[in-house]
C-alpha cells in the first residue's frame, strides 16, 4: 500500500529538526551548486516556493522579489520560519499541500520546487495544479531526483524504494520529466547539465 498524505507529514514532522544534518555532506558536495542554478533561471517578481521545507534555498532567493513558500509539514515549516528569522529573509510561509492550493489561476511569475515531488502522493496532480497556479507565458522550475535510465541502477532503485519512503517519505524511482510532460505545458526542457538521475526541469505554460 503507498503512504497517504498524513503518514507522509508524520515522517517529514519526524525528522524536521534533524533535516538538515541528514542532508548536510550531499547538500555541500551536490545539491548546493544545484540550487543555485536552478534559482539563476527565475523570471518575474512574484514567485512561489513549494515544498520549502526548512529553507534550504533561502539564500538563492532573489533580492527584491515577492516570494511566497509552501509546505504541508507544520514541523518543517516551523524549521523554515526559524531560519527565516535568522538570516533576515523576506518571505511569506504557508502550511498548504502542492495537490490542493489555496491560490487563484494565472498568480505568479515563477513556480519553483526543489526536491519536492519524490514526496507528492499523486505527482501528476501537483504537477497540474503548478501548472494553474503560474500565469501564461511563465514558468515552472523543477530539481528533481529521478529514477536511473540504467537498467542495473534502476533495479536497484525500484528493489530499495520501499524502505526509503518508510523512513523518510520519499521516493528514489519517480519518473518526473515524464509526469510534467503528461501535463499542458506548452514547452518541457531539461538542463543540459542535468545528470542520469539529477534533472532541472524548466517548463512553460
Known sequence: MKPNNDAIKKRYDRIAPYFDGMEA???????????????????????????????????????????????????????????????????????M??????????????????????????????????????????????LEHVLSSNPVIAGAMNLLNPIVVTLVGANINRQTVKNVQACPFSSVRVDEHSSDIIKLIEARK
Open 97 to 142: 499541500d502542492v495537490q490542493s492550493l489555496y491560490f487563484a489561476d494565472n498568480s505568479f511569475d515563477t513556480v519553483i520546487a526543489s526536491f519536492v515531488f519524490c514526496s507528492v502522493p499523486a505527482p501528476i496532480k501537483g504537477l497540474k495544479e503548478l501548472y494553474r497556479v503560474c500565469k501564461p507565458g511563465g514558468q515552472v522550475l523543477l
Open 25 to 95: 555532506v550531499m547538500e555541500g558536495l551536490f545539491f548546493k551548486s544545484w540550487r543555485k542554478r536552478l534559482w539563476d533561471r527565475v523570471d518575474g517578481h512574484h514567485i512561489l516556493e513549494v515544498g520549502v521545507g526548512t529553507g534550504k534555498n533561502f539564500d538563492y532567493y532573489p533580492k527584491d522579489a515577492r516570494i511566497t513558500g509552501i509546505d504541508f509539514s507544520e514541523k518543517m515549516l516551523s524549521e523554515a520560519k526559524r531560519k527565516r528569522g535568522r538570516k533576515q529573509v523576506s518571505v511569506e510561509l504557508d502550511l
